[in-house]
Protein backbone atom coordinates (compact mmCIF):
# COMPACT_ATOMS: atom_id res chain seq x y z
CA UNK A 1 0.00 0.00 0.00
CA UNK A 2 1.09 3.54 -0.89
CA UNK A 3 -0.34 5.32 1.71
CA UNK A 4 0.69 5.30 4.81
CA UNK A 5 -3.09 6.14 6.59
CA UNK A 6 -5.53 3.14 6.88
CA UNK A 7 -9.54 3.95 7.67
CA UNK A 8 -11.22 2.20 10.11
CA UNK A 9 -12.67 0.02 7.86
CA UNK A 10 -10.00 -1.63 7.21
CA UNK A 11 -8.42 -2.00 10.28
CA UNK A 12 -11.85 -3.38 11.64
CA UNK A 13 -11.98 -6.13 9.11
CA UNK A 14 -8.58 -7.39 10.03
CA UNK A 15 -9.14 -7.19 13.92
CA UNK A 16 -8.32 -10.50 13.99
CA UNK A 17 -5.34 -11.12 11.54
CA UNK A 18 -2.33 -11.87 13.43
CA UNK A 19 -0.06 -10.68 11.08
CA UNK A 20 -1.38 -7.21 12.45
CA UNK A 21 -0.45 -5.26 15.13
CA UNK A 22 -2.39 -2.05 16.93
CA UNK A 23 -0.80 0.32 18.80
CA UNK A 24 -2.01 3.19 20.77
CA UNK A 25 0.16 5.76 21.01
CA UNK A 26 -1.81 8.31 22.67
CA UNK A 27 0.08 11.41 24.17
CA UNK A 28 -0.79 14.52 25.03
CA UNK A 29 0.80 18.07 25.88
CA UNK A 30 1.47 18.73 29.31
CA UNK A 31 -1.48 21.80 29.32
CA UNK A 32 -4.07 19.57 28.10
CA UNK A 33 -3.70 17.83 31.42
CA UNK A 34 -4.43 13.83 30.06
CA UNK A 35 -2.90 11.13 30.25
CA UNK A 36 -2.77 8.74 27.46
CA UNK A 37 -1.83 5.55 29.48
CA UNK A 38 -4.69 6.16 31.61
CA UNK A 39 -6.85 6.87 28.70
CA UNK A 40 -5.57 3.64 27.31
CA UNK A 41 -6.31 1.43 30.42
CA UNK A 42 -9.99 2.65 30.35
CA UNK A 43 -10.66 1.56 26.70
CA UNK A 44 -8.54 0.88 23.44
CA UNK A 45 -9.25 -0.56 20.36
CA UNK A 46 -8.88 -4.45 21.11
CA UNK A 47 -5.71 -6.60 20.48
CA UNK A 48 -3.79 -2.92 21.03
CA UNK A 49 -0.48 -2.37 22.97
CA UNK A 50 0.49 0.83 24.13
CA UNK A 51 3.46 2.81 23.10
CA UNK A 52 4.96 5.16 25.78
CA UNK A 53 6.58 7.94 23.80
CA UNK A 54 7.83 9.54 27.11
CA UNK A 55 9.02 6.09 28.28
CA UNK A 56 10.72 4.32 25.13
CA UNK A 57 12.78 7.19 24.47
CA UNK A 58 16.73 8.67 25.53
CA UNK A 59 16.76 9.22 28.85
CA UNK A 60 20.24 10.53 29.23
CA UNK A 61 19.30 14.03 28.12
CA UNK A 62 16.71 16.51 29.38
CA UNK A 63 14.73 16.95 26.19
CA UNK A 64 11.58 15.51 26.31
CA UNK A 65 10.60 11.95 24.13
CA UNK A 66 14.11 12.21 22.44
CA UNK A 67 15.02 8.69 19.95
CA UNK A 68 16.52 5.89 21.90
CA UNK A 69 19.21 4.40 20.99
CA UNK A 70 18.46 1.44 18.22
CA UNK A 71 19.37 -1.31 20.35
CA UNK A 72 17.20 -0.15 23.59
CA UNK A 73 14.07 0.66 21.07
CA UNK A 74 14.43 -2.96 19.39
CA UNK A 75 14.39 -4.40 23.63
CA UNK A 76 11.29 -1.84 24.28
CA UNK A 77 9.36 -2.68 21.57
CA UNK A 78 10.45 -6.68 21.26
CA UNK A 79 8.31 -6.54 24.95
CA UNK A 80 5.30 -4.93 23.16
CA UNK A 81 5.71 -8.06 20.72
CA UNK A 82 6.15 -5.77 17.76
CA UNK A 83 8.20 -8.26 15.11
CA UNK A 84 9.73 -6.58 12.04
CA UNK A 85 7.18 -9.09 9.87
CA UNK A 86 4.38 -7.80 11.29
CA UNK A 87 2.21 -4.48 9.93
CA UNK A 88 2.14 -2.23 12.65
CA UNK A 89 -1.06 0.16 13.05
CA UNK A 90 -0.51 3.07 14.85
CA UNK A 91 -3.25 5.63 16.55
CA UNK A 92 -3.98 7.83 19.01
CA UNK A 93 -6.83 9.81 20.52
CA UNK A 94 -6.55 12.89 19.59
CA UNK A 95 -6.99 11.80 15.31
CA UNK A 96 -3.61 11.73 13.87
CA UNK A 97 -1.01 13.73 16.02
CA UNK A 98 0.99 11.35 18.21
CA UNK A 99 0.37 8.15 16.34
CA UNK A 100 2.45 9.92 13.55
CA UNK A 101 5.41 9.95 15.86
CA UNK A 102 5.29 6.41 16.74
CA UNK A 103 5.44 5.73 12.59
CA UNK A 104 8.12 7.78 12.10
CA UNK A 105 10.23 6.43 15.21
CA UNK A 106 9.34 3.31 14.13
CA UNK A 107 10.24 3.50 10.00
CA UNK A 108 13.54 5.14 11.48
CA UNK A 109 14.26 2.05 13.73
CA UNK A 110 14.03 -0.31 10.60
CA UNK A 111 10.22 -1.36 10.69
CA UNK A 112 8.89 -1.20 7.19
CA UNK A 113 5.36 -1.80 7.24
CA UNK A 114 3.57 1.01 9.58
CA UNK A 115 0.67 2.80 8.98
CA UNK A 116 -1.52 5.20 10.75
CA UNK A 117 -5.06 5.20 11.60
CA UNK A 118 -6.93 7.59 9.92
CA UNK A 119 -8.98 9.57 12.66
CA UNK A 120 -7.17 7.91 15.26
CA UNK A 121 -9.44 6.17 18.35
CA UNK A 122 -11.32 9.07 17.66
CA UNK A 123 -12.96 8.08 14.50
CA UNK A 124 -13.11 4.41 15.80
CA UNK A 125 -15.22 5.37 18.61
CA UNK A 126 -17.47 7.77 16.84
CA UNK A 127 -18.43 4.71 14.38
CA UNK A 128 -18.73 2.58 17.33
CA UNK A 129 -16.57 -0.12 17.26
CA UNK A 130 -15.65 -2.30 19.25
CA UNK A 131 -13.23 -1.32 22.18
CA UNK A 132 -11.48 -3.23 25.40
CA UNK A 133 -10.00 -1.87 28.57
CA UNK A 134 -7.22 -2.53 31.17
CA UNK A 135 -3.51 -3.81 29.85
CA UNK A 136 -2.67 -6.11 27.16
CA UNK A 137 0.11 -8.68 28.45
CA UNK A 138 1.47 -9.00 25.04
CA UNK A 139 3.97 -12.03 23.87
CA UNK A 140 7.74 -10.42 23.93
CA UNK A 141 9.55 -11.34 20.93
CA UNK A 142 13.08 -10.91 19.80
CA UNK A 143 13.72 -8.03 17.64
CA UNK A 144 17.30 -7.05 15.85
CA UNK A 145 18.03 -3.58 16.42
CA UNK A 146 18.23 -1.39 12.90
CA UNK A 147 18.73 2.53 12.11
CA UNK A 148 17.93 4.84 9.16
CA UNK A 149 19.47 7.76 9.66
CA UNK A 150 17.83 9.65 6.63
CA UNK A 151 15.16 10.20 7.94
CA UNK A 152 16.57 11.84 11.26
CA UNK A 153 18.08 15.51 12.07
CA UNK A 154 20.33 16.43 14.80
CA UNK A 155 20.95 19.93 15.98
CA UNK A 156 24.13 20.10 13.58
CA UNK A 157 22.77 18.70 10.61
CA UNK A 158 20.04 21.68 10.81
CA UNK A 159 22.48 24.32 11.93
CA UNK A 160 24.49 23.35 8.26
CA UNK A 161 21.08 23.82 6.54
CA UNK A 162 20.83 27.64 7.94
CA UNK A 163 21.51 29.83 4.60
CA UNK A 164 21.94 26.76 2.59
CA UNK A 165 19.44 25.33 -0.08
CA UNK A 166 20.40 21.53 0.51
CA UNK A 167 17.43 21.15 2.50
CA UNK A 168 13.99 22.83 3.19
CA UNK A 169 12.93 23.65 6.83
CA UNK A 170 9.28 23.24 7.23
CA UNK A 171 7.65 24.34 10.96
CA UNK A 172 4.76 22.31 12.15
CA UNK A 173 3.92 24.78 14.97
CA UNK A 174 1.18 27.06 14.75
CA UNK A 175 1.39 30.66 13.27
CA UNK A 176 1.66 32.85 16.43
CA UNK A 177 4.16 30.64 18.29
CA UNK A 178 6.34 30.11 14.64
CA UNK A 179 6.34 34.29 14.28
CA UNK A 180 7.52 34.91 17.81
CA UNK A 181 3.96 36.11 18.70
CA UNK A 182 3.64 34.23 21.91
CA UNK A 183 5.84 32.90 24.89
CA UNK A 184 6.93 29.32 24.20
CA UNK A 185 5.12 26.78 26.72
CA UNK A 186 8.61 25.42 27.69
CA UNK A 187 10.30 27.98 30.19
CA UNK A 188 13.73 29.21 28.99
CA UNK A 189 12.86 28.57 24.97
CA UNK A 190 12.73 31.13 23.28
CA UNK A 191 10.29 32.39 20.55
CA UNK A 192 10.47 32.24 17.33
CA UNK A 193 11.98 30.02 14.29
CA UNK A 194 14.77 29.09 12.30
CA UNK A 195 15.78 31.44 9.64
CA UNK A 196 14.35 30.53 6.52
CA UNK A 197 11.95 28.15 7.81
CA UNK A 198 8.53 27.56 6.22
CA UNK A 199 5.20 27.38 8.27
CA UNK A 200 2.51 24.76 7.95
CA UNK A 201 0.45 24.45 11.36
CA UNK A 202 -0.32 20.78 11.42
CA UNK A 203 -3.21 21.13 12.31
CA UNK A 204 -3.89 22.85 9.10
CA UNK A 205 -3.38 19.09 7.44
CA UNK A 206 -6.24 17.68 9.15
CA UNK A 207 -9.93 17.48 8.49
CA UNK A 208 -12.65 18.93 11.58
CA UNK A 209 -12.98 15.09 12.38
CA UNK A 210 -9.37 14.50 12.71
CA UNK A 211 -8.58 12.30 10.02
CA UNK A 212 -6.09 13.59 7.40
CA UNK A 213 -6.85 15.90 4.34
CA UNK A 214 -6.56 14.10 0.98
CA UNK A 215 -2.97 13.93 -0.92
CA UNK A 216 -4.39 16.73 -3.40
CA UNK A 217 -5.44 19.18 -0.58
CA UNK A 218 -1.57 18.08 1.44
CA UNK A 219 -0.35 19.07 -1.50
CA UNK A 220 -1.36 22.42 -2.42
CA UNK A 221 -0.92 23.26 1.26
CA UNK A 222 2.89 23.07 1.16
CA UNK A 223 3.22 24.56 -2.40
CA UNK A 224 1.28 27.39 -0.90
CA UNK A 225 4.02 27.80 2.20
CA UNK A 226 6.39 28.14 -0.25
CA UNK A 227 8.11 24.71 -0.45
CA UNK A 228 9.30 22.88 -3.14
CA UNK A 229 7.87 19.06 -3.21
CA UNK A 230 10.92 18.02 -5.69
CA UNK A 231 13.77 18.93 -2.83
CA UNK A 232 14.55 17.25 0.26
CA UNK A 233 12.53 18.63 3.39
CA UNK A 234 13.40 18.52 7.01
CA UNK A 235 9.85 18.90 9.30
CA UNK A 236 10.50 20.41 12.58
CA UNK A 237 7.75 21.31 15.69
CA UNK A 238 8.02 21.74 19.24
CA UNK A 239 9.63 18.92 20.21
CA UNK A 240 9.32 16.41 17.34
CA UNK A 241 5.34 14.99 17.86
CA UNK A 242 3.48 16.94 15.20
CA UNK A 243 7.25 17.75 12.78
CA UNK A 244 6.10 13.75 12.38
CA UNK A 245 2.50 14.94 10.99
CA UNK A 246 3.99 16.32 8.31
CA UNK A 247 6.74 13.53 7.20
CA UNK A 248 3.57 11.71 7.17
CA UNK A 249 1.37 13.64 5.20
CA UNK A 250 4.28 14.43 2.64
CA UNK A 251 4.49 10.19 3.12
CA UNK A 252 0.73 10.77 1.70
CA UNK A 253 1.58 12.48 -1.39
CA UNK A 254 4.15 9.94 -2.07
CA UNK A 255 7.71 12.11 -0.69
CA UNK A 256 7.96 9.54 1.85
CA UNK A 257 11.91 10.29 3.29
CA UNK A 258 11.17 13.91 4.68
CA UNK A 259 13.27 13.59 7.73
CA UNK A 260 12.42 14.71 11.15
CA UNK A 261 14.59 17.26 13.58
CA UNK A 262 14.50 15.39 16.59
CA UNK A 263 15.38 18.00 19.04
CA UNK A 264 12.87 20.22 16.95
CA UNK A 265 12.26 24.63 18.63
CA UNK A 266 13.10 22.62 22.43
CA UNK A 267 16.36 22.65 21.85
CA UNK A 268 16.96 25.06 19.15
CA UNK A 269 15.35 27.99 20.97
CA UNK A 270 16.42 27.05 24.42
CA UNK A 271 20.02 27.40 23.26
CA UNK A 272 22.03 30.68 22.93
CA UNK A 273 24.31 29.92 20.16
CA UNK A 274 21.71 29.39 17.57
CA UNK A 275 19.90 31.99 15.19
CA UNK A 276 16.21 32.92 16.10
CA UNK A 277 13.86 34.95 13.62
CA UNK A 278 10.74 36.07 14.35
CA UNK A 279 7.81 37.65 12.41
CA UNK A 280 6.43 35.70 9.03
Known amino acids: MSDPLVSTAWLAERLDD ?24 EAHIPGAVFFDIDKIADRATDLPHMLPSPE ?58 PVE ?8 VAVGHAFEPALLRNLDDVRALIGSSAEQI ?4 GGPRFRGEVPEPREGVRSGHMPGARNIPFDSLL ?20 VDLDRPIVTTCG ?18 RAAVYDG ?17
Open 18 to 41: PAIRIVDGSWWMPAEARSGRAEYL
Open 72 to 129: AFAQAVGQLGLSRDATVVAYDSFGVRAAARVWWTLRVMGFEKVFVLDGGFRAWRAEGR
Open 133 to 140: SGDLAAKP
Open 170 to 173: VDAR
Open 207 to 226: EPDGRMKPAAELASIFREAG
Open 239 to 256: SGITASVLALALARIGRD
Open 264 to 280: SWTEWGARPDTAVVTGA
